[in-house]
Protein backbone atom coordinates (compact mmCIF):
# COMPACT_ATOMS: atom_id res chain seq x y z
CA UNK A 1 0.00 0.00 0.00
CA UNK A 2 0.99 3.49 -0.75
CA UNK A 3 1.83 6.13 2.11
CA UNK A 4 -1.07 7.45 4.02
CA UNK A 5 -2.53 10.28 3.20
CA UNK A 6 -4.79 12.48 5.05
CA UNK A 7 -8.58 12.67 4.32
CA UNK A 8 -11.30 15.33 4.86
CA UNK A 9 -14.73 13.79 5.50
CA UNK A 10 -17.72 16.26 4.07
CA UNK A 11 -21.46 15.82 5.54
CA UNK A 12 -22.55 13.78 2.37
CA UNK A 13 -20.38 10.95 3.50
CA UNK A 14 -21.61 11.26 6.91
CA UNK A 15 -25.34 11.13 6.48
CA UNK A 16 -24.67 8.17 4.12
CA UNK A 17 -22.91 6.41 6.61
CA UNK A 18 -25.94 6.72 8.92
CA UNK A 19 -29.16 6.82 6.69
CA UNK A 20 -29.38 3.26 5.31
CA UNK A 21 -32.09 4.71 2.80
CA UNK A 22 -28.90 7.47 1.23
CA UNK A 23 -28.28 6.08 -2.49
CA UNK A 24 -24.62 5.86 -1.08
CA UNK A 25 -24.47 3.97 2.27
CA UNK A 26 -23.25 1.16 0.52
CA UNK A 27 -20.17 3.15 -0.46
CA UNK A 28 -19.96 4.88 2.05
CA UNK A 29 -19.94 1.80 4.71
CA UNK A 30 -17.03 0.33 2.52
CA UNK A 31 -14.68 3.45 2.58
CA UNK A 32 -15.02 3.82 6.28
CA UNK A 33 -14.49 0.17 6.72
CA UNK A 34 -11.44 0.46 4.73
CA UNK A 35 -10.08 3.45 6.45
CA UNK A 36 -10.73 1.53 10.19
CA UNK A 37 -8.83 -1.35 8.85
CA UNK A 38 -5.72 -0.22 7.24
CA UNK A 39 -6.89 -1.44 3.64
CA UNK A 40 -7.16 1.65 2.05
CA UNK A 41 -4.02 4.43 2.34
CA UNK A 42 -5.59 7.06 4.85
CA UNK A 43 -4.04 8.44 8.15
CA UNK A 44 -5.58 11.34 9.50
CA UNK A 45 -9.06 11.97 9.03
CA UNK A 46 -10.48 14.94 9.52
CA UNK A 47 -13.74 17.26 9.40
CA UNK A 48 -15.24 19.77 11.50
CA UNK A 49 -17.92 21.16 14.22
CA UNK A 50 -19.33 22.99 11.26
CA UNK A 51 -19.86 19.55 9.31
CA UNK A 52 -21.42 18.01 12.35
CA UNK A 53 -23.73 20.52 12.64
CA UNK A 54 -24.71 20.19 9.29
CA UNK A 55 -24.83 16.28 9.37
CA UNK A 56 -26.87 16.62 12.94
CA UNK A 57 -29.52 18.95 10.89
CA UNK A 58 -29.56 16.57 7.86
CA UNK A 59 -30.27 13.66 9.60
CA UNK A 60 -32.95 14.93 12.08
CA UNK A 61 -34.87 16.20 9.22
CA UNK A 62 -33.86 13.25 6.72
CA UNK A 63 -33.74 9.58 8.48
CA UNK A 64 -34.40 11.01 11.94
CA UNK A 65 -33.51 12.40 15.92
CA UNK A 66 -32.11 9.17 16.60
CA UNK A 67 -29.80 8.88 13.60
CA UNK A 68 -28.41 12.23 14.42
CA UNK A 69 -27.71 11.73 17.85
CA UNK A 70 -25.93 8.33 16.86
CA UNK A 71 -23.86 9.63 14.10
CA UNK A 72 -22.84 12.55 16.53
CA UNK A 73 -22.27 10.57 19.30
CA UNK A 74 -19.95 7.92 16.86
CA UNK A 75 -18.09 10.97 15.25
CA UNK A 76 -17.08 12.59 18.95
CA UNK A 77 -16.00 9.38 20.11
CA UNK A 78 -14.36 7.90 17.43
CA UNK A 79 -10.35 7.88 17.32
CA UNK A 80 -10.35 7.56 13.64
CA UNK A 81 -11.48 11.15 13.25
CA UNK A 82 -10.31 14.20 14.16
CA UNK A 83 -12.74 17.01 14.31
CA UNK A 84 -11.11 20.75 13.92
CA UNK A 85 -12.31 24.06 14.98
CA UNK A 86 -12.53 26.97 12.44
CA UNK A 87 -10.48 29.71 13.39
CA UNK A 88 -11.96 33.10 12.57
CA UNK A 89 -9.60 33.85 9.82
CA UNK A 90 -10.14 31.17 7.77
CA UNK A 91 -14.14 31.60 8.36
CA UNK A 92 -13.35 35.21 6.68
CA UNK A 93 -10.65 33.00 3.80
CA UNK A 94 -14.02 31.07 3.31
CA UNK A 95 -16.76 33.71 3.05
CA UNK A 96 -14.25 35.42 0.14
CA UNK A 97 -14.26 32.23 -1.43
CA UNK A 98 -18.04 31.36 -1.06
CA UNK A 99 -18.37 35.61 -2.73
CA UNK A 100 -16.07 34.55 -5.68
CA UNK A 101 -17.99 31.69 -7.17
CA UNK A 102 -21.07 33.53 -7.36
CA UNK A 103 -22.22 31.36 -10.96
CA UNK A 104 -21.81 27.95 -9.00
CA UNK A 105 -24.32 26.91 -6.08
CA UNK A 106 -22.19 25.37 -3.93
CA UNK A 107 -22.83 25.68 -0.18
CA UNK A 108 -20.96 27.63 2.22
CA UNK A 109 -19.47 24.60 4.07
CA UNK A 110 -18.35 23.47 1.11
CA UNK A 111 -16.65 26.01 0.49
CA UNK A 112 -15.38 26.02 4.05
CA UNK A 113 -14.48 22.10 3.77
CA UNK A 114 -12.01 23.09 0.67
CA UNK A 115 -10.35 26.13 2.17
CA UNK A 116 -9.54 24.39 5.61
CA UNK A 117 -8.53 21.03 3.49
CA UNK A 118 -6.06 23.35 1.87
CA UNK A 119 -4.87 25.11 4.76
CA UNK A 120 -4.06 21.73 5.92
CA UNK A 121 -2.09 20.39 2.80
CA UNK A 122 -5.18 17.98 2.28
CA UNK A 123 -6.34 17.03 -1.33
CA UNK A 124 -8.61 14.20 -0.98
CA UNK A 125 -12.22 14.84 0.53
CA UNK A 126 -14.63 11.54 1.34
CA UNK A 127 -18.04 12.94 -0.27
CA UNK A 128 -19.99 12.22 -3.32
CA UNK A 129 -20.76 15.55 -4.70
CA UNK A 130 -19.66 17.13 -7.56
CA UNK A 131 -19.16 20.54 -6.00
CA UNK A 132 -15.84 19.29 -4.60
CA UNK A 133 -14.32 18.70 -8.13
CA UNK A 134 -15.05 22.13 -8.94
CA UNK A 135 -13.46 23.47 -5.86
CA UNK A 136 -10.14 21.13 -6.98
CA UNK A 137 -10.19 18.21 -4.66
CA UNK A 138 -10.31 14.50 -5.26
CA UNK A 139 -13.05 12.67 -3.98
CA UNK A 140 -13.42 9.31 -2.27
CA UNK A 141 -14.85 7.07 -3.73
CA UNK A 142 -16.09 8.47 -6.54
CA UNK A 143 -12.90 10.00 -8.16
CA UNK A 144 -10.45 7.34 -6.51
CA UNK A 145 -13.17 4.08 -7.37
CA UNK A 146 -11.53 3.30 -4.05
CA UNK A 147 -15.21 1.66 -3.24
CA UNK A 148 -18.10 -0.91 -4.96
Do not use: C, K
Amino acid sequence: MSQARPLFIDTNAFVALYDADDDHHEAANAVMDGIESGDLPYGHVFTSRFVLSETATTLRYGAGHREAVQALTNIRDSSTVNVLEVPEPLFDRTAEQFATYDDQDISFIDHMNAVLSADLGIDHIFAFEDDFATLGMTRVPVDTGEAP
